[in-house]
């Protein structure tokens, strides 16, 4: 599809989440992953409009967010890196030595400037789905949540995570996150400031309100 088709199209989501649209995005992102990211995506949209309609978040741009946040994550390293750097993007001293993460920085980027879907939500929440970020909007923490709990998900305490997502974005996040950190640090991985950042402020905010109770 021509790269203008392509803008006219990802702009759709402006006036609601189309069939035609939709499906565009799930033809794009079918030939760039593989069956199983693929059913992850699309069950991560499912996750996020479900989500989105509990917590009064923007159901169609959780949508759209839940079915691209994965677009880049097959992308070589370093056509990813490229993606980056073209577009001005400077990495940090720990996010140069994650790849794994660069798929949600890469990927925010491609949907912009390939599909041409310019709503600062939207991409936010594309970018920050694998490391969070203080202060996160709640459609970010939405498709972050969504991501820990699409169907076909089956690590270790994932029922744990599903049950919390139906309490409170915030319970889910602070367990998701708890998960993401620990799992980092017994592998002898850097953690990103973003995920550091996203943990303090929910264990002081979840200390805040205990007090308060």
């Avoid at 006219?8 to 499906?23: D, S």
């Avoid at 599903?162 to 319970?171: F, P, Q, T, V, W």
């Avoid at 367990?175 to 953690?191: E, P």
């Amino acid at each position: 599809v021509p790269k203008g088709i392509a803008v006219y199209l990802g702009q759709f989501f402006i006036y609601g989440v189309t069939a035609l649209n939709l499906e565009y995005y799930k033809g794009i992102i079918k030939e760039r992953m593989g069956e199983k990211r693929y059913i992850h995506s699309v069950n991560v949209a499912k996750a996020a409009k479900h989500l989105a309609e509990k917590y009064s978040a923007d159901v169609e741009k959780a949508v759209v967010a839940g079915i691209l946040h994965d677009v880049t994550k097959e992308t070589p390293y370093d056509v990813q890196l490229k993606i980056i750097q073209e577009n001005g993007i400077i990495l940090d001293s720990v996010q140069q030595f994650s790849p794994k993460t660069w798929h949600a920085i890469s990927g925010s980027v491609y949907v912009k400037t390939q599909l041409g879907i310019t709503d600062a939500e939207i991409l936010n929440a594309i970018r920050y789905h694998t490391s969070g970020r203080e202060n996160m909007s709640l459609l970010e923490k939405v498709i972050f949540v969504a991501d820990f709990i699409g169907e076909e998900r089956d690590y270790k305490g994932v029922d744990v995570m599903r049950k919390k997502a139906e309490n409170s974005l915030e319970e889910a996040m602070l367990y998701g996150v708890t998960f993401s950190i620990t799992d980092l640090a017994t592998r002898q991985c850097a953690i990103d400031q973003n995920t550091l950042a996203l943990y303090n402020q929910l264990i002081i905010n979840n200390n805040i309100n205990n007090i308060k109770e």
